[in-house]
């Protein structure tokens, strides 16, 4: 029992890590942790380097990286922001930091940051997408628009990219521009959610109804819970007569949480129309609901 024991403590002291001697080889074990994804030993050793080394920038910007990687994007800028001076020079450190400032919707800084990455290492696509998204949240779509097509040129097998530059296009009113990136996102990544919307109000637009009417029931079939698609689909039907489908759709996107006014209105008008006015009553009510403060349902369920 005894020698059990004995073997026991010399297999722990045999396999127990060496201590670090220097605050220096503490982040570079924290480091490798960070890339093997162990972000509890990759903490602990940050804190080790700060233990050994008060404010040790290494030790900050790996505590801030954690941060960053487990989305808690406010401590990860407490640990980032005051490092800038000592990482001026490195091109990721300031695209973490600006994508930090994205994620908390400081858009300013995260221009700011990416243009300052950029400047180091020209034509990183992380860092175009970052600044490009971050100018058309500050309305400067112009200036995204080389932006983003660059970006497409520099990846054309990733789907977001070719949706970013979309969306530049569509607020560049390039309407032909933006209809092809959408659809090459839908193509490479039939799912991406966010690309149905702006797509079907291009075609829907442009009156092309066929493409609209294929595109919304596509959107449902893949997302049958969004009250956008629902939307789609109905307004389709309202514009090709089809107001029984119509109704089926304006029901459901009311049941989905979404309301699109003058759709309840025109199906509303076609219920009063045909006798139908209980019907037009539930429709309101539902609104009411989803918008206690709606006037226009308040106003059609006084009559």
């Known amino acids: 029992m005894g020698r059990i024991a004995v073997v026991a403590v ?8 060496a201590a670090a001697g220097s605050a220096l080889e503490e982040v570079a074990d924290g480091n490798v942790a960070l890339r093997e994804g162990n972000y509890e030993k990759a903490v602990l050793h940050f804190n080790r380097a700060l233990a050994l080394e008060p404010g ?4 900050l910007n790996g505590l801030g990286q954690v941060a960053l990687a487990q989305g808690r994007y ?9 490092l800038t001076a000592d990482y001026k020079n490195d091109p990721t450190f300031l695209a973490n930091l600006g994508i930090i400032f994205k994620y908390v919707g400081d858009y300013g800084n995260a221009v700011e940051m990416f243009r300052l990455s950029d400047a180091l290492l020209p ?8 600044l490009a998204e971050s100018l058309l949240h500050q309305g400067q779509a112009q200036e995204a628009l080389p ?4 970006l497409a ?7 977001d990219f070719h949706y970013l530059h979309g969306m530049a296009a569509l607020y560049n009113d390039l309407r032909d521009e933006a209809q092809r990136s959408f659809e090459r996102t839908l193509e490479l990544n039939p799912a991406f959610a966010y690309a149905f919307e702006p797509l079907f109000e291009i075609y829907y637009a442009k009156e092309e109804l066929d493409r609209a009417q294929e595109l919304a029931e596509r959107w449902c079939a893949d997302q049958s819970g969004s009250g956008a698609a629902w939307r789609a689909v109905g307004i389709v039907a309202v514009r090709r007569g089809d107001f029984p489908l119509a109704l089926e759709a304006t029901r459901t996107m009311l049941e989905r949480g979404r309301v699109d006014l ?12 045909t006798d139908r006015p209980t019907e037009a009553r539930e429709l309101w009510e539902r609104v009411l609901l989803l918008e206690p403060y709606n006037i226009s349902a308040k106003a059609e369920l006084s009559r």
């Open 10 to 17: 010399l297999a722990l002291v045999l396999f127990a890590p």
């Open 56 to 59: 040790y920038p290494a030790a």
């Open 74 to 82: 406010e401590e990860a800028l407490q640990h980032l922001r005051p």
């Open 123 to 130: 034509d990183n696509p992380p860092v175009l997408a970052g």
């Open 147 to 150: 932006l983003s097509r660059r």
């Open 153 to 159: 040129e520099l990846d054309p097998a990733r789907a």
């Open 262 to 273: 003058n759709l309840v209105q025109i199906i509303t008008k076609w219920l009063r129309a």
